[in-house]
């Protein structure tokens, strides 16, 4: 009777992971939807690290966005990013301009100036993106 149980329990989320649509989280060609949204992205296999000033996130899909920091500005960001499919992007949002870092594969340095009283977000956006992402702010 459990063996039953756990294969039925198996075979519904089965059904149910299956049957999700990744087309409603995507905004990638959406520049006012990736300002103005908040997170919201599909994501499967997904390692992330958030220690301190290092970040890292490694994939097997993406889809949607996410907001990776806010700050003021007069930082450096060490990039290093290998995508290996799907598209993928780091944006930098500024009030409602999208201004994209990179959407290739890099090992660079970005830096910001500072802003007056505004805040920068840094966000990744992908459409079933396959990727390691590598951050470090200085």
Do not use: W
């Amino acid at each position: 009777m459990k063996r039953i149980i756990g294969i039925l329990a198996l075979l519904i989320f089965s059904f149910v992971s299956c049957s999700i649509d990744e087309s409603k989280y995507s905004v990638f060609d959406d520049e006012n939807a990736i300002a103005n949204n908040s997170d919201k992205a599909f994501q499967r296999s997904t390692v992330t690290t958030n220690l301190g000033n290092n970040y890292s996130q490694r994939s097997k899909s993406l889809t949607g966005l996410k907001t990776i920091k806010t700050f003021d500005g007069g930082q450096k960001i060490n990039v290093n990013l290998s995508i290996t499919s799907g598209r993928f992007k780091l944006v930098l949002v500024d009030g409602d301009k999208v201004i994209t870092v990179c959407d290739g594969n890099t090992n660079s340095t970005f830096e910001f100036p500072e802003l007056n009283g505004k805040k920068y977000k840094i966000k990744i956006v992908g459409d079933r993106a396959e990727f390691d992402l590598k951050m470090h702010f200085e």
